[in-house]
């Protein structure tokens, strides 16, 4: 049974940084894609990141020049640098991964920004 494990989430300060990391504990054969998505309260889950497995990359315009998504195809690990992070970007993040036999979630990690 395949787990993606999410880790790095928790506390920061407004312009502080944090790395979110996402693996997959069993093996995903032919993923085409991995992303990032957030779900804020009272608010609709959005994709934040995502990258293919070709290299392209897509961001969500608030994330854009302050977040970097990056993978290791090699061991399905997805990882999330955000810096200069703010108060609007507290919220569940999720990474998710899209193979051929389906689509994996995590089970999200919080990331609260607040001084």
């Known amino acids: 049974q395949v787990q993606l494990v999410e880790s790095g989430g928790g506390l920061v300060q407004p312009g502080g940084s944090l790395r979110l990391s996402c693996a997959a504990s069993g093996s995903i054969f032919s993923i085409y894609a991995m992303g990032w998505y957030r779900q804020a309260p009272g608010k609709q889950r959005e994709l934040v990141a995502a990258?293919?497995?070709?290299?392209?990359?897509n961001y969500a315009d608030s994330v854009k020049a302050r977040f970097t998504i990056s993978s290791d195809n090699v061991k399905n690990t997805v990882y999330l640098q955000m810096n200069s992070l703010k108060p609007e970007d507290t919220a569940v993040y999720y990474c998710?991964?899209?193979?051929?036999?389906?689509?994996?979630w995590g089970q999200g990690t919080q990331v609260t920004v607040s001084s």
């Open positions: 990258t293919t497995s070709g290299g392209r990359t």
């Open positions: 998710n991964m899209k193979a051929l036999a389906g689509d994996y």
